[in-house]
Every structure is written in C-alpha cells, then in structure tokens.
C-alpha cells in the first residue's frame, strides 16, 4: 500500500468519526469544535480529488467564515459557561432517528454499491492548478451569469441577516 | 493511488449524509441542527466532485466547453457560496428566536403571531 493510499484512509477515517462526535457530543462548543475537524479532513479529500482551490475555498470559507459564525450563535444564545444540550430527548426520538438514518443508510450504500458506475478506465493525475481554469470557466464561459445571481443571492442574504437580526428601536 | 475508487467516496459522503439528517432529527438545539446541514452539505460537495472526477463524460463533447471535472468543482464552489449564506441567514433567526423565547429548542418555539 502507497503512502498517499493511508493518508486518503486516514482522513476518510477523521472525517466519519469526527463527524459521529457532531451528532453525539452533548457540548455544542465540543461539537462545533469537531465540526472543525470534519470540515478541514474534508478539505484533505477534496485536494485527493484534484480540486485544490475548492480545498483552499473550503478551509476558508467554512472553517474561517461558517464555524466561526456558529460559535458565535453559540456564544451568543447561551447563558451559561458550558452549555448541555441534549436536555430531553425522548427515547421515541432517538430511536426513531436512529431507525430513519440507519435505513437511509442502507439505501445509499445498496445505490452506491450496486450501480454500474460508468467510470473513466484510466483516471490521470495531473499536477497543475485548477484556479486557472475555474477562473475561465466562470468569467469566459457558460458559469458567467449563475455566478452574477451567486453574487446577488449573498447580497440579499446579507440584507436579510441584519433586517431579521435588528432590534426594535424603542419609541 | 489507483485503488482509491469512486465508491470509496461515495461510502465516505453516504456516511456523512446520514450522520447530518441523524443530527437534524434528534437534537434539540437549533444550532446542532445547522451543523448537521452543513454535514449534509459536505457530503454532497464530495459527490459532486468524486463524480466529476471519476465518470466518464459524454461523447459528444463539443470542443472548447468546459471540462466535466472543471464543472464539477464549481457546482460545488456554488453550494459552498450558498451555504455561507445559509448559515448567516440561520444564524439571524437564531438569534432573533431566542430574543423572544429565550431559548433556542425547536421544541419550545410554537407560538406564532396573530
């Protein structure tokens, strides 16, 4: 087995079980904190996959923008220090969360599985960058107006944000 | 690094999709509830690109179009800008939620106006 080969299973490896810490760490701060961990193994996939800027986007934008934002909503809505979460779950939620995610499970691994993927024979590695080429495929070719209404999607979302979050002025 | 298949991927990304709608139906906390969107977010991110990556493109590709692996990677730019967005826009009602119920339960939150 290749080097390369054991450091893609271990990041696969980091990004399920952080992932399982997510959904079962009754600390939301211990869980936004794994979030993290997810988020930058997902990164070390996406460079395995040759998409170096989306790795770089992804670091970015999640781990220095999203995570950030949420621990901000962390601190915010929370009264106290450490803040436990998972308060009352009835057992008929978490058992009917673990029937649904399980069968899902199922599903996508019997679809992933038992399709007939029509694959590349022969997947080639190159070493160059692909910001180049991004670039022209969304400032040259057919990507140019969905990144326009991308642009105008987070300018509305940023109006809303505020709007939505603004206290009322006292009369 | 020629053993690392599609289905590799796929089995990674499956596996977080389901731990995200595991955590959007069982916790009690708004914002676990958007970190597991966000899991489920990465893992169709990861599709998108394994399968750029690995699925053999149409034939009739027309010359000087943009490659199917360079498509691919800009979907999942778009979700990503998209999610950013998301998260601020969650986060806004978030906040604005616990001003009025001082708490951020999806449980306790059930009066509406009128």
Known sequence: ?171 | MANITLEHYLLISSILFTLGVFAVLTRRNAITILMGIELMLNSCNINFIAFSRFIKPPTTVVAGEVSLAIEGQIMALFVIVLAAAEAAVFLAIILSIYREFNSISPNEVNTLKG
């Open chain 1, 1 to 171: 087995m290749e080097v390369s080969e054991l450091v893609f299973y271990l990041f696969a490896l980091l990004t399920v079980v952080s992932a399982l810490a997510v959904v079962t760490l009754p600390n939301v701060v211990h869980a936004a904190f794994s979030l993290m961990v997810t988020l930058f193994s997902v990164a070390g996939l996406y460079v395995f996959l040759q998409a170096d800027f989306l790795a770089a986007t992804q670091v970015i934008v999640y781990v220095g923008g999203i995570l950030v934002l949420i621990l901000f909503g962390v601190l915010m809505t929370s009264s106290k220090l450490v803040m436990q979460v998972n308060i009352e779950v009835s057992k008929w939620q978490m058992f009917g969360g673990i029937v649904v995610s399980s069968a899902l499970l199922v599903v996508l691994l019997l679809l992933t599985f038992e399709t007939p993927w029509n694959v590349l024979s022969e997947v080639v590695d190159s070493s160059d960058s692909t910001v180049e080429q991004i670039g022209i495929a969304i400032l040259q070719k057919k990507f140019l107006l969905p990144f326009e209404v991308a642009s105008i999607i987070l300018l509305i979302a940023l109006i809303g944000a505020v709007f939505i979050s603004r206290t009322e002025e006292q009369e």
